[in-house]
T-cell receptor
Framework: QKEVEQNSGPLSVPEGAIASLNCTYS??????FFWYRQYSGKSPELIMS????GDKEDGRFTAQLNKASQYVSLLIRDSQPSDSATYLC???????????FGAGTRLFVKA | DVKVTQSSRYLVKRTGEKVFLECVQD?????MFWYRQDPGLGLRLIYF???????EKGDIPEGYSVSREKKERFSLILESASTNQTSMYLC????????????FGPGTRLTVT
C-alpha cells in the first residue's frame, strides 16, 4: 500500500463547477497536510495547508481533513481553465521533516 | 519572499559522467531536500539535510551523494550518471518547524544519454 494515495485522473470538470480532489494516507502519526498545484514543466506551489480535523477555506479552495478516516480532500469552487494542473497531496508526520507526496491528480477544467 | 534557485533548468549529460546539481536558498532555512519526480511515481526523496554538514538518506539514495558545506547551499552529486537517472530534480527547503510548507526551486530537467 502506498503511503499517500491519490486518484491519478484525469479529472475533467466544466468551467464554473466544483472540482473535488481526494487523498488517503497510511501513517496515523501524520500531523501536517498540504496541497500543492503543479503546472506542466513547473515546480509545485503550495495551495493549502491543514493541521486539524475539519474544513479550512481560502478563497475558492477548501481543504478538508478527517484524521479518523485518514482522508484529506481539496475542493475547488467555480473552477477556471487556469486551475488545470496536477494537484499533489503531501503528508508529514509529527516531529519529522520528511514529507510524503502522492503521485498527483491531473485536473482539466473545460471552458 | 523565499527564493530557492537551482543552477540549471535543463541539463544533458553522458552516461558515466559526474554530475553536480546545485541548490541555493536565501531564507536561512535549516532543512533542505532533494527529490526526483517521474511520471506516475510522484516526488521521491533522495536526500535531505537538517544542518550544515549533516545529511540523511531518503527513500532512493542509491547512485547519489550530497554536500552541504554552507547553510544556504545543498548540492546533489551523481557520481556516475546512468540513463535511469534521467528525471526532473527538485530542491526544496523549510525552516526549522515541522508544520511549515516546503518551498521548491524551479527544478532541473536532467537527461542522461
Amino acid at each position: 500500500q502506498k503511503e499517500v494515495e491519490q486518484n491519478s485522473g484525469p479529472l475533467s470538470v466544466p468551467e464554473g463547477a466544483i472540482a473535488s480532489l481526494n487523498c488517503t494516507y497510511s501513517d496515523r502519526g501524520s500531523q501536517s497536510f498540504f496541497w500543492y498545484r503543479q503546472y506542466s514543466g513547473k515546480s509545485p506551489e503550495l495551495i493549502m495547508s491543514i493541521y486539524s480535523n475539519g474544513d479550512k477555506e481560502d478563497g475558492r479552495f477548501t481543504a478538508q481533513l478527517n484524521k479518523a478516516s485518514q482522508y484529506v480532500s481539496l475542493l475547488i469552487r467555480d473552477s477556471q481553465p487556469s486551475d488545470s494542473a496536477t494537484y499533489l497531496c503531501a503528508v508529514r508526520n509529527t516531529g519529522g521533516f520528511k514529507t510524503i507526496f502522492g503521485a498527483g491528480t491531473r485536473l482539466f477544467v473545460k471552458a | 519572499d523565499v527564493k530557492v534557485t537551482q543552477s540549471s533548468r535543463y541539463l544533458v549529460k553522458r552516461t558515466g559522467e559526474k554530475v553536480f546539481l546545485e541548490c541555493v536558498q536565501d531564507m536561512d532555512h535549516e532543512n533542505m531536500f532533494w527529490y526526483r519526480q517521474d511520471p506516475g511515481l510522484g516526488l521521491r526523496l533522495i536526500y535531505f539535510s537538517y544542518d550544515v554538514k549533516m545529511k540523511e538518506k531518503g527513500d532512493i539514495p542509491e547512485g547519489y551523494s550530497v554536500s552541504r558545506e554552507k547553510k544556504e547551499r545543498f548540492s546533489l552529486i551523481l557520481e556516475s550518471a546512468s540513463t535511469n537517472q534521467t528525471s526532473m530534480y527538485l530542491c526544496a527547503s523549510i525552516p526549522g518547524l515541522a508544520t511549515y510548507e516546503q518551498y521548491f526551486g524551479p527544478g532541473t530537467r536532467l537527461t542522461v544519454t
